[in-house]
């Protein structure tokens, strides 16, 4: 974040801004030879968008690992359940239907779609496994998921192949992930969704690690697999939809990172979430450094850059994964 901040096409002097950095520190007093539009750049423009990727990064990780568990599944990502294909209609049908009202209809209606998509397939998955029988009800659950997805797509596809051209443009831009328009604001409005869900996920890391073993053994042990189901999977539904509101749809950040996170910490969950947390924040942070300075003074889409470096470090993690190892 550090290096994120002294990084950008404004040219600011790398000890002035680490002086005027200290400076906002309780109790440490540093002079700075910043002018006021350095500040102002510093503060207003590159500063809160370090934040804001921090915290996307780091809930989008989170909600991967928290989803891997609750499927017991490696490959799962934080864009299940319909969640960012939900947010992709909502962002749609903000941006032709409501585009009047400006680019602020976007973010809530992302974040409502991201919401009601991973409700529509909660809620499907639910009554098709009660209706089935169909094992512990995670296949029915993902299928479910995976099922609202197309559908939601589909419904996008729709209403872009009857929208203008440049109502078009802008939803691709969206969908591919930018954090340019960064601003305090929208790290105040993310950050109760965000405190709520990382502190109900990291509180079921335990649990997480006894749904590993399998629903038969967490009842025996006194716990009801449906019920912490339920919890974290909501809780990781809503970082995610809080992350994709004010980001886009940033792809590889739920699956690359907990991976790196169970090399550094083992595989249980009470060590994967926070170092998942971390890890996310760290590596969407780099990404949109590496997106705003490569092209210099042009930015490249954040999913881009993630896709770039996530495609290439998701095939060597199955081929590390070989013979059901994670």
């Known amino acids: 974040m550090l290096v994120s901040a002294l990084v950008g096409a404004a040219d ?3 000890l002035d801004t680490v002086a005027a950095l200290a400076d906002k520190i309780p109790f440490v007093h540093l002079p700075s030879g910043l002018s006021p539009l350095d500040r102002a750049v510093l503060f207003q423009i590159r500063l809160p968008r370090v934040v804001l990727c921090a915290l996307v990064g780091g809930l989008l990780s989170m909600a991967g690992a928290g989803y891997q568990g609750v499927f017991r599944n490696p490959l799962v990502d934080s864009g299940l ?46 009554a098709a496994s009660r209706r089935t029988g169909f094992g512990d009800g995670v296949a029915t659950l993902l299928l479910a998921g995976i099922a609202v997805g197309f559908f939601f797509t589909a419904v996008q596809t729709l209403v872009l192949q009857r929208s203008a ?6 939803v691709y831009n969206w969908l591919l992930g930018s954090l340019s328009g960064a601003t305090w604001q929208q790290v105040v409005s993310i950050l109760p969704y965000a405190t709520v869900s990382i502190v109900v996920v990291l509180l079921h890391g335990r649990h997480l690690d006894v749904l590993a073993v399998g629903d038969e053994e967490a009842r025996a042990l006194g716990m ?3 019920t912490v189901r339920l919890i974290v999977v909501a809780a990781c539904a809503l970082a995610t939809a809080s992350a994709v509101a004010f980001s886009g749809l940033i792809g590889f950040v739920g699956i690359i990172v907990p991976h790196m996170a169970r090399r550094l910490g083992g595989p249980g969950y009470r060590s994967v979430l926070p170092l998942s947390l971390l890890g996310g924040a760290g590596f ?11 092209l210099s003074p042009a930015e490249l889409p954040i999913g881009v850059v993630t896709a770039v470096v996530g495609a290439p470090a998701f095939v060597w993690i199955l081929r590390s994964t070989q013979g059901g190892r994670t």
């Open 12 to 14: 600011l002097n790398p």
């Open 81 to 126: 359940l319909g969640a960012s294909a939900g947010a992709g209609l909502g962002a749609t049908l903000a941006i032709v239907y409501f585009g009047a009202v400006g680019p602020g209809a976007i973010p809530p209606a992302a974040f409502l779609g991201s919401l009601g998509g991973v409700a529509v397939a909660y809620l499907t998955g639910a």
């Open 165 to 170: 051209e440049q109502d078009v443009q802008t």
């Open 224 to 226: 009801r697999p449906a």
């Open 284 to 294: 969407l942070v780099l990404a949109d450094t590496l997106a705003r300075t490569v």
